[in-house]
């Protein structure tokens, strides 16, 4: 079964699955009236901005973020634009010199084209020409930068980055980043919003700009650019949604610019069927909102223009699951899931992104996640992307399984702080560009924070994260990570800098149950390694809702073997008396090893320093339980429960027990607060089965 399933993976390595068929220049040529456009068209005609001014009037969401901005943009009247252009760095992601560490790149960068967009919006809701003419200045000061792809992004710091899913190892143009595809969009916007108040000079120094720093750089190009095909990648959605949106708004100059606009959508829209069948996104939930996001900018405008001849949010997969992966990454008190690169800081999505997701796909779940899970708006586009109308509904089930990429997440309910949720993954390691070596990896959540922690892209990004380097880091290495070790054998990538592809490296997650009671998920890391010294690892975890946790591993390996189980704690630990207590601010948990051999709990720490002159070094704590193997296979518990006080804890472990009886069932138990808890794997054939 094995060998059948990754022959067909193999098959649609080869040849992309297309969910729906490609569409060409004359295709969009006929689903537009390019005649009868004019500016503002892009999210908005004059006609509908009349809407807009109302809503802003009359719904006070809308009436703060655009006092607020206003306020913002008179401030930016009397602002001096800079007319000299910074000096960049060389080397902006280490530090080595001044111009690397001042910013002042960076802020000319960012600063004008943020102002020139915010000013741009103002003069289409005031009309008053004065915000117009600011506006340009900044835009000309934008447009005077000789590229809008930032350094990281140029030869000689990406050259040497693995590339991604479905893209040639052979890859030396990079003129092209999302960095400009985000000026591209938000620049193509400035044009259409701004074409009413600027004279002839003034359109044509934006619409040249456009030209000659998006549409000459990939039109007829696509093949020399790696993120036009990266359909597993953020980056082919931003890049190509700066693109497309480019060619929209200069359809009345040139006409012909539907190909690239056609381009877009058949390159976007082959992103969108990479999503999961639930909804999942390899990348984590950041990038998914970078690539989602910055994607229904130009969903948007081209449904609008092309009269929803050619909708973007009708794609299968998006439109079926348009919010199952934020909300299920969600963490009661605003953050997410942090696995991968993904970072985990706040909620994924924001709420106009949300907004248009709900609306476009009639999604209850969008609607419920939008309004209980984020506050006011605070962009333009909560303006122009309104509150969905509609009741929303939260999603029958807390917990979910990820089929696509085998991530999985378990829980009680979705708001509760109160309640432990344990989340995890298997899946493959073929993602070199944000995966980690983290196959059979969970963390736990309780009280608002990781008791169990992934410590993500902890330090941030360097020049060599993204290199063969990367699976050194303890951020991206199996290390770093609450995996098992055997001889201190590793996770390998599926995918190294100009080797082929190794599409059989990863795990399976081979069960998943879920209830009201209890939830259960086994899986299967064995393939995450080279196994020259692990056999076989399968991993079971157990929820009892709504807080114990149970985690079986059996293992096989070689007698004599040295086996670590890694975790990495997110709050204050101690090991003592062979366990470990975990004190967090709101909380105590205790997590009790127990096994049929002898045991020890060893601390440790990682030492990191990444290639950045101004990155602090830092340690991170992780602590591991160490046996010897007896026998070939070995059997390990571990129980990660709250408790009260460390004497509790005590009393938990000294109850605690390992049956396995002649035919290899397995039995856990312990006791807590009186209650006696036991926990039942039946051997099969291919290993432990939980039995609930």
């Not at 410590?455 to 060599?464: A, H, P, V």
């Not at 590793?490 to 592809?501: D, E, F």
């Not at 890694?566 to 909380?587: A, I, K, Q, S, T």
């Not at 856990?668 to 794997?681: A, H, I, T």
Request: net charge negative; with cysteine.
């Amino acid at each position: 079964m094995r060998c059948l399933k990754y022959s067909i993976v193999a098959i649609l390595f080869a040849f992309p699955l297309q969910l729906s068929a490609q569409v060409d220049k004359d295709d969009i040529d006929k689903a537009l009236d390019i005649n009868a456009l004019q500016h503002p068209y892009l999210y908005f005609t004059e006609g509908e901005k009349q809407e807009m001014i109302q809503r802003i009037e009359s719904d006070p969401e809308s009436r703060h973020i655009f006092e607020k901005l206003r306020a913002q943009c008179n401030m930016y009247l009397h602002m001096p634009v800079e007319k000299i252009i910074p000096q960049q760095g060389k080397n902006t992601r280490a530090d080595w010199s001044e111009y690397d560490r001042n910013g002042k790149w960076e802020n000319y960068y960012y600063g004008n084209r943020d102002r020139a967009f915010d000013l741009a919006f103002v003069y289409q809701m005031t009309g008053e020409q004065k915000y117009a003419d600011k506006a340009f200045e900044f835009a000309d000061a934008f447009c005077d930068l000789t590229t809008w792809t930032v350094r990281a992004h140029e030869f000689p710091v990406i050259y040497s980055r693995i590339m991604p899913w479905n893209v040639p190892d052979d890859q030396v143009n990079f003129n092209f980043d999302h960095r400009n595809g985000d000026a591209a969009r938000m620049m193509a916007a400035v044009y259409d919003w701004l074409y009413p108040g600027l004279d002839e000079a003034q359109r044509d120094r934006i619409r040249g700009a456009l030209i000659e720093k998006v549409v000459t750089r990939v039109r007829g190009d696509y093949e020399f650019h790696w993120w036009a095909t990266a359909y597993r990648c953020n980056w082919c959605g931003v890049c190509n949604s700066g693109v497309g949106l480019t060619g929209l708004a200069l359809l009345t100059e040139y006409p012909q610019l539907t190909d690239i606009v056609a381009e877009s959508y058949n390159r976007i829209n082959s992103m969108l069927n990479e999503l999961g069948e639930d909804g999942g996104w390899q990348e984590g939930g950041s990038y998914w909102r970078y690539g989602i996001h910055t994607s229904t900018f130009f969903a948007d405008a081209l449904n609008r223009l092309t009269g929803s001849k050619y909708n973007l949010f009708e794609n299968e997969r998006l439109k079926s699951n348009p919010v199952n992966f934020p909300i299920y990454l969600s963490l009661p008190g605003g953050r997410s899931l942090n696995f991968e690169d993904s970072g985990g800081g706040g909620l994924v999505g924001n709420s106009h992104l949300i907004n248009k997701l709900a609306t476009e796909t009639n999604s209850k779940e969008a609607a419920w996640y939008r309004n209980d899970f984020f506050g006011e708006g605070n962009d333009i586009f909560d303006i122009i992307w309104p509150r969905p109308k509609m009741e929303g509904s939260p999603p029958k089930n807390p917990s979910i399984h990820f089929r696509t990429i085998d991530w999985w997440v378990m829980r009680s309910d979705f708001k509760s702080s109160e309640k432990v949720l344990v989340a995890g993954k298997a899946g493959m390691n073929n993602d070199p560009h944000h995966g980690h070596l983290d196959i059979g990896h969970f963390v736990v959540h309780w009280q608002n924070e990781y008791f169990i922690r992934d410590i993500g892209k902890d330090g941030g990004y360097d020049e060599k994260y993204f290199d063969d380097m990367r699976f050194d880091y303890p951020q991206a290495s199996s290390i770093g990570h609450n995996v098992i070790f055997v001889n201190g054998e590793k996770q390998i990538s599926g995918k190294l800098r100009k080797q082929s592809w190794n599409l059989e490296v990863g795990g399976d997650v081979e069960e998943f149950r879920t209830s009201v009671e209890l939830d259960y998920v086994r899986m299967n890391p064995t393939k995450a390694y080279p196994n020259k010294e692990l056999q076989e690892w399968k991993r079971h975890v157990v929820l009892e809702k709504p807080e114990i946790t149970v985690v079986l591993d059996e293992i096989d390996a070689e007698p004599g073997s040295e086996i670590e189980i890694r975790f990495h704690p997110g709050v204050d630990f101690e090991v003592r008396d062979g366990l470990v207590f975990l004190e967090g601010e709101n909380g105590k948990m205790a997590l009790i090893p127990l096994s049929k051999e002898n045991l020890i709990i060893k601390p440790d720490k990682h030492a990191c320093q990444f290639i950045n002159a101004s990155n602090r070094f830092f340690w991170v704590d992780y602590f591991d339980t160490e046996i010897k193997s007896e026998e070939n296979k070995t059997i390990v518990a571990t129980l990660i429960i709250p408790i009260d006080n460390s004497g509790e804890a005590m009393e938990i472990s000294s109850s605690k027990e390992m049956q396995i009886d002649a035919s290899g069932n397995v039995t856990v138990s312990f006791s807590r607060k009186g209650e006696s808890y036991s926990y039942n794997f039946e051997n099969r054939k291919g290993g432990l089965v939980f039995k609930d």
